[in-house]
């Protein structure tokens, strides 16, 4: 079975510097995604990158970037230039390419960022 | 273009009771998935609809079970209910199964059982 790790429960940075978030998984497969989402405080949550494992180029979105190490397992998330809005509870996930179509999503535990002024 | 919107948002039971919980999804998804978020069990995925049919089940008791309608709308039940089926009840929309793109989450419906 997959798993999704995340061993920060909280993080703190300045505004406007930068902050990396861990993320580890374990799969056998090979065809899969990764995405880290973001759910502020009582609102829903939103969809902040994504990963497919096939592409060795780490995703970028604005000021959010991913490390991907495929061999190591390892799915890391980097917030820069920090800001206000960015503090939310930040979720790794995991969805499987294989076996049959599915949006099964396998959820960390999550690291709630706060940022402060 | 309206969200994925989830009703009610808010609700309290007893113990004993049964709750339906309501997930409307985009305009145009058709698939519509249910998860579970609890402090201490976090993010638990509970069944996904395509077409009105469940394509995934979790690993959750029987007394957990949904459905899809004609126009996607879906529907989650919980019988019996239990001090431990307190929890924010997310619901996710998307186009399709097996693609790439992303999943739309609603703001969710948040259940109290005393």
């Known amino acids: 079975a997959q798993t999704v790790t995340q061993s920060q429960p909280e993080m703190s940075v300045q505004e406007a510097e930068t902050v990396t978030l861990s993320c580890t998984y374990d799969?056998?497969?090979?065809?899969?995604?990764l995405f880290w989402y973001k759910q502020p405080p009582s609102r829903q949550m939103i969809l902040v990158i994504r990963?497919?494992?096939?592409?060795?180029q780490n995703a970028t979105e604005n000021r959010f970037s991913v490390n991907f190490q495929k061999a190591a397992k390892s799915f890391s998330l980097k917030i820069s230039d920090s800001q206000l809005g960015d503090a939310a509870m930040y979720f790794c996930?995991?969805?499987?390419?294989?076996?049959?179509?599915?949006?099964?999503?396998?959820f960390g535990t999550g690291t709630l960022l706060a940022v402060q002024p | 273009k309206a969200g994925v919107t989830q009703t009610p948002r808010y609700l309290i039971k007893t113990r004993g009771q049964q709750v339906t919980l309501s997930c409307s999804p985009i305009?145009?998804?058709?698939?519509v998935s249910w998860y579970q978020q609890t402090p201490g069990q976090g993010l638990q995925f509970l069944f996904e609809?395509?077409?009105?049919?469940?394509?995934n089940k979790g690993n959750f008791p029987g007394r957990f079970s949904g459905r899809q309608f004609s126009n996607s709308r879906s529907e989650m039940n919980v019988s019996t209910l239990e001090l431990g089926d307190s929890a924010l009840y997310l619901c996710?929309?998307?186009?399709?199964?097996?693609?790439?793109?992303?999943?739309?989450f609603g703001e969710g419906s948040r259940l109290t059982v005393l």
């Open positions: 996710a929309s998307s186009l399709a199964l097996r693609v790439t793109g992303e999943l739309f």
């Open positions: 990963q497919e494992a096939y592409k060795q």
């Open positions: 996930a995991y969805r499987s390419g294989d076996g049959g179509a599915t949006n099964k999503l396998i």
């Open positions: 609809y395509f077409s009105e049919t469940q394509r």
């Open positions: 305009s145009g998804h058709r698939s």
């Open positions: 799969t056998s497969e090979s065809d899969y995604y």
